[in-house]
């Protein structure tokens, strides 16, 4: 059943947008494609090397590779052995769980766990989307509440949404959340040999925790710590930017002390980091956060969220495929609409979940007792706990679908 329609405007071409454009030129699981033309506005002249490192679940990766980008992530993407989760205090390994190792996530989910920089993500969308010339793609171009009028808008415009602000204006700006994530990337050829990985690494600490993992096919590691700024004696910039040029002191003065010297000479053999303040919005609450009128939210500016479920990028992307489906369905307005019911619950879930998690990766309190408890809960049933189905599996009948790759 292909749709014939009107054009459909679209603000911002990061990871959401990109890839919704992509989806669009595909036929949706079994039905015929949508003929109706995307136009993307890019208010950035040229799309940048913002955002560092992302870990891809299979619940995205399975999206992206039906698409037909397999071989471009694989050649530019890390498919990690394990997942290792130590304590920050003394390097113990709490719990692992095989990804690639034992074909672990591919066979149970049908499509990898991968890993890899932001800015190679978006530059396969960005030439598969170019490539079907399907796409009215403007860069350079600010979207402006005026243009609006007539058409049918999908803000994926990230977490400081004009889309957003213009037409939820009584929605609440985004709260920092207290926390900030120095952001670095080391080649590993340049690195001792024991901090040299094959895997996704996290290490647990009180108000803090360090994650390590390959990018760039394994050539470079991808460092995060992130860390409740309330404790920095050097209070970072709350502004709303989203890449800076990290003040150092907060690494120097309040994670360097804390951990343990095998890891902190990984974190001193970094020669730059970058600064990423935190924002995020609650949870969505029902559908009529995502859409009103003619006018959908897809990504970080329907439901931006804290990194500590590494799903952000991961939601956006299936966002696109949720709209995809309902475009090819019915009428513009229709679809939206159908798309907002469908995805609110499950955003609204990953978005709990991240916030829940920060909160146990950071625990801290008198005696110790909260992380004492969360280390044994992770020591006996770590490989549970760190294997979501509900989130991997995407939804009914997808754990039964054939791998993809
Ligand atoms: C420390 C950290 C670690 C993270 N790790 C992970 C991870 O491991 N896995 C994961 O899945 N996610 C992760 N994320 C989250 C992920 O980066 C975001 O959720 C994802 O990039 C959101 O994609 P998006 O397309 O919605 O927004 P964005 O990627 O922010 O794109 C928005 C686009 O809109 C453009 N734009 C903005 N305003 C306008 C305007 N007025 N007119 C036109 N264009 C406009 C912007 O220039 C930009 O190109 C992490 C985030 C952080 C901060």
């Not at 950035?44 to 990766?61: F, I, K, M």
């Not at 071989?71 to 997942?83: G, H, I, K, Y």
């Not at 994650?211 to 920095?232: R, S, T, W």
């Given at each position: 059943m292909g749709t014939v329609n009107s054009d459909l405007r679209v603000v911002g071409a990061g990871i959401g947008g990109l890839s919704l454009a992509l989806a669009h030129t595909r036929p949706p699981r079994g039905l015929g494609r949508a003929e109706r033309r995307l136009v993307i506005q890019e208010k950035t002249p040229v799309l940048s090397e913002v955002g560092a490192g992302l870990q891809l679940g299979p619940n995205a990766v399975r999206h992206l590779f039906s698409w037909g980008l397999a071989s471009e992530l694989r050649s530019v993407a890390f498919e990690p052995q394990r997942l290792i989760i130590h304590?920050?205090?003394?390097?113990?390994?709490?719990a692992q769980l095989p990804l690639a190792e034992q074909g672990r996530i591919l066979n149970q989910y049908g499509a990898p766990y991968l890993t890899l920089r932001r800015a190679d993500l978006q530059q396969i969308l960005l030439q598969a989307v170019n490539k079907t010339g399907a796409t009215d793609l403007q860069l350079n171009q600010a979207w402006q509440?005026?243009?609006?009028?007539g058409s049918c808008v999908i803000?994926?415009?990230?977490?400081?949404?004009s889309v957003r602000a213009s037409v939820w204006p009584e929605a609440q700006a985004?709260?920092?959340?207290?926390h900030v994530a120095w952001r670095a990337l080391v080649s590993q050829k340049a690195l001792p040999p024991a901090w040299r990985s094959d895997s996704v690494r996290v290490w647990l600490g009180p108000r803090c925790h360090v994650v390590a993992y390959p990018v760039a096919a394994g050539e470079q590691l991808n460092i995060v710590a992130i860390a409740n700024?309330?404790?920095?004696?050097a209070a970072a910039s709350?502004?709303?930017?989203?890449?800076q040029d990290a003040d150092l002191n907060g690494v120097r003065t309040f994670l360097l002390p804390k951990t343990p010297a095998a890891l902190r000479s990984l974190l001193e053999a970094v020669p730059a980091w970058r600064q990423w303040p935190l924002f995020d919005r609650p949870p969505?609450?029902?559908?009529a956060d995502m859409v009103r009128g003619g006018v959908a939210l897809l990504g970080d500016a329907a439901h931006p969220m804290r990194?500590?479920?590494?799903?952000g990028a991961a939601m956006a992307i299936e966002d696109a495929a949720e709209l995809t489906d309902a475009l090819s369905e019915c009428s513009v307005e229709l679809a939206l609409s159908r798309y907002a019911q469908r995805r609110w619950e499950r955003c609204a879930r990953v978005q709990s979940a991240s916030e829940r998690n920060g909160r146990i990766f950071h625990a801290s309190g008198p005696f110790g007792w909260v992380q004492k408890a969360r280390d044994a809960s992770l020591r006996l049933f770590g490989p549970q706990l760190m294997d979501p189905a509900w989130l991997y599996g995407g939804g009914p009948g997808l754990l039964q679908s054939p791998p993809l790759n």
């Amino acid at each position: 059943m292909g749709t014939v329609n009107s054009d459909l405007r679209v603000v911002g071409a990061g990871i959401g947008g990109l890839s919704l454009a992509l989806a669009h030129t595909r036929p949706p699981r079994g039905l015929g494609r949508a003929e109706r033309r995307l136009v993307i506005q890019e208010k950035t002249p040229v799309l940048s090397e913002v955002g560092a490192g992302l870990q891809l679940g299979p619940n995205a990766v399975r999206h992206l590779f039906s698409w037909g980008l397999a071989s471009e992530l694989r050649s530019v993407a890390f498919e990690p052995q394990r997942l290792i989760i130590h304590s920050l205090l003394n390097g113990e390994i709490l719990a692992q769980l095989p990804l690639a190792e034992q074909g672990r996530i591919l066979n149970q989910y049908g499509a990898p766990y991968l890993t890899l920089r932001r800015a190679d993500l978006q530059q396969i969308l960005l030439q598969a989307v170019n490539k079907t010339g399907a796409t009215d793609l403007q860069l350079n171009q600010a979207w402006q509440p005026e243009a609006m009028a007539g058409s049918c808008v999908i803000g994926a415009d990230g977490l400081w949404s004009s889309v957003r602000a213009s037409v939820w204006p009584e929605a609440q700006a985004p709260k920092a959340t207290g926390h900030v994530a120095w952001r670095a990337l080391v080649s590993q050829k340049a690195l001792p040999p024991a901090w040299r990985s094959d895997s996704v690494r996290v290490w647990l600490g009180p108000r803090c925790h360090v994650v390590a993992y390959p990018v760039a096919a394994g050539e470079q590691l991808n460092i995060v710590a992130i860390a409740n700024q309330k404790d920095l004696q050097a209070a970072a910039s709350t502004t709303a930017t989203w890449d800076q040029d990290a003040d150092l002191n907060g690494v120097r003065t309040f994670l360097l002390p804390k951990t343990p010297a095998a890891l902190r000479s990984l974190l001193e053999a970094v020669p730059a980091w970058r600064q990423w303040p935190l924002f995020d919005r609650p949870p969505v609450r029902s559908a009529a956060d995502m859409v009103r009128g003619g006018v959908a939210l897809l990504g970080d500016a329907a439901h931006p969220m804290r990194p500590y479920f590494a799903q952000g990028a991961a939601m956006a992307i299936e966002d696109a495929a949720e709209l995809t489906d309902a475009l090819s369905e019915c009428s513009v307005e229709l679809a939206l609409s159908r798309y907002a019911q469908r995805r609110w619950e499950r955003c609204a879930r990953v978005q709990s979940a991240s916030e829940r998690n920060g909160r146990i990766f950071h625990a801290s309190g008198p005696f110790g007792w909260v992380q004492k408890a969360r280390d044994a809960s992770l020591r006996l049933f770590g490989p549970q706990l760190m294997d979501p189905a509900w989130l991997y599996g995407g939804g009914p009948g997808l754990l039964q679908s054939p791998p993809l790759n």
